[in-house]
């Protein structure tokens, strides 16, 4: 999905910023540490987690976001719904020693994802992760859980909400990747980062894109720097629209993220 040189870029541009990054800590420096001392088990004690990738990376805003097999994807996966937009992208380091994750569907950080029945079961996010390094069983390579996304949650009382995510190992199958390569996943898979047992670090890029219905864990739209807004000036209007910068339609309503004011009068990117 990416060439040689593109990946060498993004590590490239990912590698001063990730030198500062303390592990065992999530993507968002402003998040206080969870409760009970869960940050190292839950993010990885020696992994290295780098948001804020749209102004940090130049390589992610003209390689990533403009990839034409990721929009393609995302065009077709949200027929059903709409437009979609980027929810959030982090490069995942995962350093010697870091042991297996707590399995975990990404969709389920948005409340439909509890509530949502059988009869009518569309994609609203989906994680496109993007090797950076060669992913091996070795090194940590990441394990799904295959017809995990037919779990009946309406079915499920609240109480036992995450304790259905508990698959014995032997339900849970690492992909190895080559860097460039990606691994699709949709939002209701069940899967983790494994245990590095290697030397060597592990890099995955994570790109979660979701139904443009749902708000996304980053507000890009009040965050892109200067630099990174110039970029974006001479974009396709879809890059534009997947970072926040243009209105939202979707299959039923009038659409969301809409400006009300009088555009004659009000200088955008244009």
């Known amino acids: 999905m990416f060439t040689p040189s593109q990946i060498a870029r993004l590590n490239s541009d990912f590698a001063s910023a990730l030198s500062t990054t303390q592990p ?10 969870l ?27 003209q390689d990533v976001a403009t990839n034409a097999t990721l929009h393609d994807t995302c065009v077709e996966i949200f027929k059903e719904t709409g437009d979609y937009w980027l929810s959030t992208a982090q490069m995942i380091d995962l350093g010697s ?9 990404d969709a389920a950080g948005w409340w439909p994802f ?8 569309p994609e609203f996010a989906v994680n496109f992760l993007i090797a950076t390094t060669d992913t091996t069983k070795a090194n940590g390579a990441t394990g799904v859980v295959r017809g995990s996304h037919k779990i009946k949650y309406t079915e499920i009382p609240k109480a036992e909400n995450f304790t259905c995510w508990d698959f014995p190992d032997e339900q849970v199958e690492q992909v190895e990747l080559k860097a460039g390569d990606c691994l699709l996943l ?24 979701i139904s443009s219905a ?9 965050v892109v720097e200067e630099q990174a807004r110039r970029d974006l000036a001479g974009m396709d209007e879809r890059v534009k629209k997947f970072v926040g910068f243009r209105e939202m339609k979707s299959v039923v309503g009038p659409g969301s993220w809409q400006d009300h004011r009088d555009l004659m009068t009000v200088r955008s990117i244009s």
């Open 186 to 209: 949709g939002g209701r898979i069940v899967h983790r980062g494994e245990e590095n047992k290697t030397d060597e670090r592990r890099g995955l890029l994570s790109v979660e894109v």
């Open 214 to 222: 749902f708000t996304p864990e980053e507000a890009h739209p009040l």
């Open 97 to 105: 020693g870091s042991k297996a994750q707590p399995l975990h569907a």
């Open 24 to 33: 065992g800590r999530p993507a968002n420096l402003n998040t206080p540490p």
């Open 114 to 121: 509890w509530s949502m029945g059988d009869t009518w079961t």
């Open 35 to 61: 409760p009970q001392s869960l940050d190292a088990p839950t993010f990885g004690q020696n992994t290295r987690r780098l948001g804020n990738l749209f102004n940090v990376s130049a390589g992610f805003r």
